[in-house]
């Protein structure tokens, strides 16, 4: 005979794999769960420090890449934008200073973007602000063992 199952465990029990509602609610929890955290990233990024999430990432990004820089089709495909806001978002970082735009050596068309030192700066201060946000709204509401569970599952689902 089996033990009963708790409320609480029948809810976060790993739904069945032909069960459209489940897969359907675990949808809406992630986009949810998304939508909370990245509004709540972008509103203490810009009161902190005037950066978007995407400005960060971006910045972050290049700051990974180091001196040489990183191609703009290549940093394209790290952020997600879409190709013009990815364009008006390197313009309008370029003009505050934080990152400089110049032609590829090796290629006339090729677009070469690096973090300038005030983007170093910038991203400097902001990582702490990122992180903090990180940790109060996805981090510290999980138990470790849910945190562990969502690191791995997640680390799954991106192929890592």
Same mark, same amino acid.
Request: glycine share 8%; with cysteine; hydrophobic share 45%.
């Given at each position: ?13 790993? /739904? =069945?794999? *032909? ?5 359907? &609610? ?8 998304? =939508? ?6 972008? *509103? ?22 180091g001196p040489q820089g990183?191609?703009? *089709? ?20 370029? @003009?505050?200073?934080? +990152?400089?735009?110049? @032609? ?11 973090l300038t030192p005030a *983007? &170093?700066?910038? +991203? ?6 990122? =992180? ?6 996805? +981090?510290?509401?999980?138990? /470790? @063992? ?11 689902? =991106?192929?890592?």
């Amino acid at each position: 005979m089996t033990a009963p199952v708790s409320q609480h465990e029948a809810a976060t029990a790993a /739904p =069945a794999r *032909g069960d459209d509602q489940a897969c359907a &609610r675990a949808w809406v929890a992630l986009t949810a769960a998304h =939508a909370r955290i990245a509004g709540q990233l972008n *509103g203490a990024l810009v009161r902190a420090c005037g950066l978007s999430a995407n400005d960060f990432e971006i910045l972050l990004r290049l700051e990974h890449a180091g001196p040489q820089g990183v191609r703009l *089709g290549r940093l394209n495909l790290a952020v997600r934008l879409t190709q013009p806001s990815l364009s008006r978002a390197v313009a309008r970082l370029a @003009g505050r200073g934080w +990152l400089s735009r110049a @032609g590829a050596a090796d290629d006339r068309r090729g677009v070469l973007v690096t973090l300038t030192p005030a *983007g &170093r700066e910038i +991203l400097r201060q902001a990582i702490p602000v990122h =992180a903090r946000t990180i940790r109060e709204f996805l +981090l510290d509401p999980l138990t /470790p @063992g849910e945190l562990e569970l969502l690191s791995a599952a997640l680390n799954r689902i =991106a192929g890592s």
